[in-house]
């Protein structure tokens, strides 16, 4: 069965304290990988998507990896506005498949 | 506004009411799609379309929940006979199409509406 589990459920840092986001999947034929970010009371927004093994891309704070079982969501020195629910989707077929999420709140 | 956005935003009915549920999508996006979030969960895909055709409907949870998108633009998703375990935020996203390279894979989200069945 597809899955895809996303850890820690919650995570709590201080404000310049690095740390990753980890997502794994059991999916056939995956054709991509997605990282969003959701505030309270609004839909994802879109972050990132990941295509193959050893992929990386960076926007900012924020770093993701993949590799064949699973995808790293890095922050490095976060701030209170990184402070969001991080999801993992994957596109298998014609569907997403989501993770349910890692509450991420940043400490000033 | 250019986002994509969903009326309306809080839909309370009472069990066993017929509810319908409005996308309109970014103009051009050839692709919408409808999830369902329950409380503290990711979204959970419900149906695809791309242009007016329904190409996946797999993730509909019953024979009462019905997608249609009859131009090729907004798109109505309808409950029947509600019960209380469709209380969710539905989410509907658009991309411009769904191949091909990140551009036009990347989904924008609307902002929901929040259904309380009581």
């Not at chain 1, 064949?68 to 994957?90: G, M, N, Q, R, W």
């Not at chain 2, 209380?87 to 990140?102: D, H, P, Q």
Request: glycine residues 8%.
């Amino acid at each position: 069965e597809d899955q895809v589990t996303q850890s820690p459920e919650a995570l709590r840092l201080q404000e310049g304290e690095s740390s990753s986001l980890n997502c794994s999947y059991t999916v056939s034929g995956l054709r991509g990988l997605f990282w969003y970010r959701q505030d309270p009371g609004k839909g994802p927004e879109f972050l990132f998507t990941l295509y193959s093994a050893g992929e990386e891309k960076e926007k900012e704070r924020l770093k993701a990896t993949l590799t064949k079982k699973e995808s790293f969501l890095h922050i490095t020195a976060p701030k209170p506005e990184d402070s969001a629910t991080y999801l993992c989707a994957v596109h298998a077929g014609n569907q997403f498949y989501f993770g349910t999420g890692t509450s991420l709140t940043v400490i000033p | 506004g250019a986002g994509v956005s969903q009326s309306p935003r809080y839909k309370v009915a009472k069990r066993g009411q017929d509810v319908a549920l409005r996308c309109d999508p970014i103009s051009g996006h050839v692709s919408l799609f409808w999830y369902q979030q329950a409380l503290g969960q990711g979204p959970e895909f419900l149906t695809y379309f791309q242009n007016e055709a329904q190409l996946d409907k797999s993730g509909l949870p019953s024979d009462r929940f019905f997608a249609e998108r009859p131009e090729g633009s907004v798109s109505t998703l309808k409950i029947q006979r509600t019960q209380q375990e469709d209380s969710a935020v539905y989410l509907c996203a658009s991309s411009l199409a769904w191949s091909g390279t990140e551009t036009y894979n990347e989904q924008f989200f609307g902002p929901g509406t929040r259904l309380t069945v009581l």
